[in-house]
């Protein structure tokens, strides 16, 4: 567990917090945490948390996790931290609501100062001019900075800084005390505000996703701002490993228009104000309007797509027969141009129309889905053997 140490107590180590577990995102968190979220056409949720850190210079990254998922491994394998100059990076996904081993993490980091927030959000902040900020202010212990965004604010939107002495008094109480909760970086910043720190608003780029719709606006709004889009996709310590080796290639009767298209996809038919993530291929006269695609998902030819979001498939392997790839079978019609359709089933996770279809899941040959529609992970062949209609606001779940 022990980091790297320096000779010199005078730098700052980070703390990235998930939110509270809960279902609101339905296939795209069932099996894995929201660091690991496909996000913005060529990265994961945690690439941002990382870039966060790398390009502060913080010399110790903690990362949170309340899922027992892939993230340690990817994080492992993380390329830009083969490089010393990028900081120290440490995944805990398990007792996460431990405060003896929050305790030992404090300890083994060593750092001047802490900076805890919550991480699990795509997001682009400067924590280095925080850090200066807080120094400048001359606080004693710790201060709060609440982001302005886009969303109303809340807990899950506070930066705290900490010096070391601060957060270790607040530790050791809640030690002594015996106290537990759901989230206990929460429970520290909450305890932090009961002792009458200040607290100060900043701005920063922060995108909290807690619905569908939120994840689908906030990836078509970065996509929008030619801002954002060339601060994200030029920043050198913004990385992205999805696999995807390879250039897009264009078919002879592909047409993309209004589009993102990520590396290693294969378009043969039309794509218009889409996202397309590594590893997708669409074929011949099929049409993707207004949707997310992650990656390796297939879609037949002459299929219709609209306003969907199609979760991340597995990766196909090598011995696997091409056809059996689909997740959109041929001459599918998926989605609805209507407005304002709402799940029957999900009515606080999908509204305003989108449809989401699940990791893994295969629409046969001819099926035909509307808008606010839910195909769980895995499913379709089962209900679309019996029925070729799935109307508006309907789901298919285990």
Known sequence: MAFPTRGIMDDFTIISYPGIRDESL????????????????????????IRNSSSSGARHTIIYNNREDDLESYVENYGPFKDRKFPAIKVVSRDYSDVRLCY????????????????????????????????????AGAMLFSMKTTSRESMAYTILIAN???????????MDEGR???????????????????????????????SIPDYYRFNMSLMKSRDLFSRVFGDPAMKGFIPGEGFAFLGKHARVSGSFVSDN????????????????????????????VLPYNRIGAGASVVKTVIDERTPPRADVPSDSRFTI??????????????????????????????KDSRIPDGA????????SSGRGDEYFARSKYLYDGLSVVK
């Open 180 to 210: 537990h909760a759901p989230n206990l970086f929460e429970m520290i910043i909450n305890a932090l505000i009961n002792r009458g720190i200040k607290s100060e608003m900043m701005s920063a780029h922060y995108w909290p996703i807690k």
């Open 265 to 292: 996809c294969v378009i043969k038919g039309t794509v218009q104000n889409s996202i397309i993530f590594p590893g997708v291929e669409i074929d011949e006269k099929a049409t993707v309007m207004g949707s997310i």
């Open 104 to 139: 030992n993490l404090v300890m083994d980091s060593n750092t001047d100062y802490y900076i805890i927030y919550n991480g699990d959000n795509p997001s682009i902040i400067d924590f280095a001019g925080l850090i200066e900020k807080y120094k400048k202010k001359k606080k």
């Open 26 to 49: 339905l296939s795209l968190t069932e099996d894995r945490s929201k660091y690991l979220l496909p996000f913005g056409g060529r990265f994961r949720v945690v690439d941002f948390t």
């Open 164 to 174: 070391q002495k601060s957060l270790l008094s607040v530790i050791n109480e809640a």
């Open 368 to 375: 035909r889905i509307g808008g606010a529609c839910y195909v």
């Open 329 to 358: 079978g041929n001459r599918c019609n998926v989605g609805s141009e209507h407005e304002q359709l709402k799940s029957k089933d999900f009515p606080k996770s999908i509204y305003q129309s989108i449809t989401l279809i699940g």
